[in-house]
């Protein structure tokens, strides 16, 4: 069975740090590239980052660029996200996700990261 | 601003059935598939539908998905109580070459 569970979500100052983490389990983590999702309260879905299987290529969302980090352990089944410079508009429940092909299909149950002073 | 647009809601009586649209561009839905997701109050989204029109395991043949040019859509037949929920499109946008959501429709059965 595939899963997929974050942690690391906490409450942070504006300008604080958080690093996340997603442990990936019953399937071949190594095989797949894999996505972070944010969602903001009683707002829509938002690709804020992805990573290839071999960590060749990333992307991020503008909205995160230059602040935060996506890495992967293939080792550790392990899906990471560096974020630094938080602000209120960081607020979100963040989502790991697996990503075949491009499209999410198995996602975690997210974890919930508040900026507020 | 979402880059795919859905509209905000959509409504119907129980049994009936409700149509949710998607529209983006050639370089999202034009050139690639389309999934749809399903977000039911206080959980994670998912996966309802990929590859334009396939349901994974498990996902009753109530739902169904199509696409047309830059467009798609989500038909939910036979609508139920539990069917209230958040529904997502989600497209690949070969431009930013990372995947983009619609702005999510809130289907209510009335």
């Known amino acids: 069975e595939v899963q997929l569970e974050e942690s690391g979500g906490n409450m942070v100052k504006p300008g604080g740090s958080l690093r996340l983490s997603c442990a990936a389990s019953g399937f071949t983590f190594s095989n797949y590239s894999m996505a972070w999702v944010r969602q903001a309260p009683g707002k829509g879905l938002d690709w804020i980052s992805s990573i290839s299987r071999n960590s060749n290529y990333i992307f991020y969302a503008d909205s995160v660029g230059g602040r935060f980090t996506i890495s992967r352990d293939n080792a550790k089944n392990s899906l990471y996200l560096h974020m630094n410079s938080l602000s209120a508009e960081d607020t979100a429940v963040y989502y790991c996700?697996?990503?075949?092909?491009?499209?999410?299909?198995?996602w975690g149950q997210g974890t919930l990261v508040t900026v507020s002073s | 601003q979402s880059v795919l647009t859905q509209p905000p809601s959509v409504s119907a009586a129980p049994g009936q059935k409700v149509t949710i649209s998607c529209s983006g561009s050639r370089s999202t839905i034009g050139d690639n598939y389309v999934s749809w997701y399903q977000q039911l109050p206080g959980t994670a989204p998912k996966l309802l539908i990929y590859?334009?029109?396939k349901r994974p395991s498990g996902i009753p043949d109530r739902f169904s998905g199509s696409k047309s040019g830059t467009s798609a859509t989500l038909g939910i037949s036979g609508l139920q109580t539990g069917d209230e929920a958040d529904y997502y499109c989600?497209?690949?946008?070969?431009?930013?070459?990372?995947?983009?959501f619609g702005g999510g429709t809130k289907v209510t059965v009335l």
């Open positions: 590859d334009n029109n």
């Open positions: 996700a697996r990503v075949p092909y491009g499209h999410p299909d198995y």
């Open positions: 989600e497209a690949w946008d070969s431009t930013l070459s990372a995947g983009v």
